[in-house]
Structure formats: structure tokens, C-alpha cells
Nanobody, 124 residues
Framework: QVQLVESGGGLVQAGGSLRLSCAASGRTFTTYAMGWFRQAPGKDREFVAAVSRLGGTTNYADSVKGRFTISRDNDKNTLYLQMNSLKPEDTAVYYC?????????????????WGQGTQVTVSS
């Protein structure tokens, strides 16, 4: 089992940047492929980005391609999401998640473990 704790959220103006972190503890970090999801008020949770176990494969939602970068540091057991050129529509609670398959999956149903979330608010 793995425990996930997100950090780095906050309030930022449109066009600004934030870097989210997700610290993992428990089983060996490379046991898991990792993903970021988000949920805005009144909306369903949606896929943002994912990375495979060793970091060689990444996957992004079309809405964030070219603006967000997912990465992982397997020595530090940490997942990151660098968010640039933020827009008001990026406002949401951001969750990191883990699953034990190899692929950088966009399907939230494949993920077994979830963090508690961190709020990102982008003002216009």
C-alpha cells in the first residue's frame, strides 16, 4: 500500500505558475505508475496527466498539453506537476493517484490509491 500527500497548491493570477508535489510513502515508489487528476466545483473529476513507473512515458489531457509537465523523482519518492500559463479554468482541487500497472493511464478507474487533494485557484 502507498500513502500520498499533495502540496504546493495556492492562489495565483492567470498566466502564472505553480508546482505541485505528491510525496509517497509505503511500498517502493517504482511499484506505481502515477497520475494527476482534478475536480472543479460542480464538475466530475478529470484526468490531467500521468507518468509510467520509471518515468519514460507521459500522457496529458489536451487541455493542459504544452502548459503542464508531469515528472517523478524515484529517489525522492515524489511526483510533480509543473503548471505554467495557468488559466481560470484550471481552478480545481488537484489529486495525485497511483496504480500498479505499468502504463501512464488516463482512466481514473485504474487508480487504486489517492491523496487528499490540494486546492489550486487561478484568478483572472
Amino acid at each position: 500500500q502507498v500513502q500520498l500527500v499533495e502540496s504546493g497548491g495556492g492562489l495565483v493570477q492567470a498566466g502564472g505558475s505553480l508546482r505541485l508535489s505528491c510525496a509517497a510513502s509505503g511500498r517502493t515508489f517504482t511499484t506505481y505508475a502515477m497520475g494527476w487528476f482534478r475536480q472543479a466545483p460542480g464538475k466530475d473529476r478529470e484526468f490531467v496527466a500521468a507518468v509510467s513507473r520509471l518515468g519514460g512515458t507521459t500522457n496529458y489531457a489536451d487541455s493542459v498539453k504544452g502548459r503542464f509537465t508531469i515528472s517523478r523523482d524515484n529517489d525522492k519518492n515524489t511526483l510533480y506537476l509543473q503548471m505554467n500559463s495557468l488559466k481560470p479554468e484550471d481552478t480545481a482541487v488537484y489529486y495525485c493517484a497511483a496504480h500498479t500497472n505499468w502504463d501512464a493511464s488516463a482512466s481514473q478507474w485504474q487508480y487504486d490509491y489517492w491523496g487528499q487533494g490540494t486546492q489550486v485557484t487561478v484568478s483572472s
